[in-house]
C-alpha cells in the first residue's frame, strides 16, 4: 500500500479499517523506524476534524518518537500536548496514555510533559469523564516517575 493510500484509509469513514492500521503502524513503530519518515503526515493528522483521527496520530506519533533524532517530536510537543485536555476526552485519554512512552523515548521532554499534565485543565469535561482522565493523568505521572 502507497503511503497515500495508507492516509487515506486512516482517515476514512471504515473506522475497523482504519484502526486496525493505527495499530499495525503503532507496534511497527515500535519495532523499528520503517514509518518515521511519515512523521510529518502523522503530524498534521493531530489538527484533523475527527477525533479518532487524532488518537490515531497520537499513538502513532508516540510510537515513532524513539527515533526521533532531528527533534520534529519536540517542536510537535506543545500541539501534543494541547490534546492532553483535548475537546473530546476519549482523545485526551488517548493522548494522556500515550505521554509516558514519549517520556521513555524523549527524557529531555519530561518536565514539560509533567507540567502540562500537572496544569491539565479538566473542568470543561462532564463529571462522568472528569475522574477517569484524572486517574489516566496520575497512573501517567506514576509511569513517568519510575
Known sequence: MDFDACIARLTGKDAKAAYA???QIT???RASDTWYSHFDEFAALLSHKNSLVRNR???ILAANARWDRAGKFDALLDEFLSHVADAK???ARQCVAALPEVAEAKPELI???RAALEQADLSGYPDSMRPLILKDIVAALQKIEE
Open 21 to 23: 492500521l493505527a495499530q
Open 27 to 29: 507496534e511497527e513503530s
Open 57 to 59: 496520530a497520537i499513538s
Open 89 to 91: 476526552p476519549i482523545t
Open 111 to 113: 518536565s514539560r510533559i
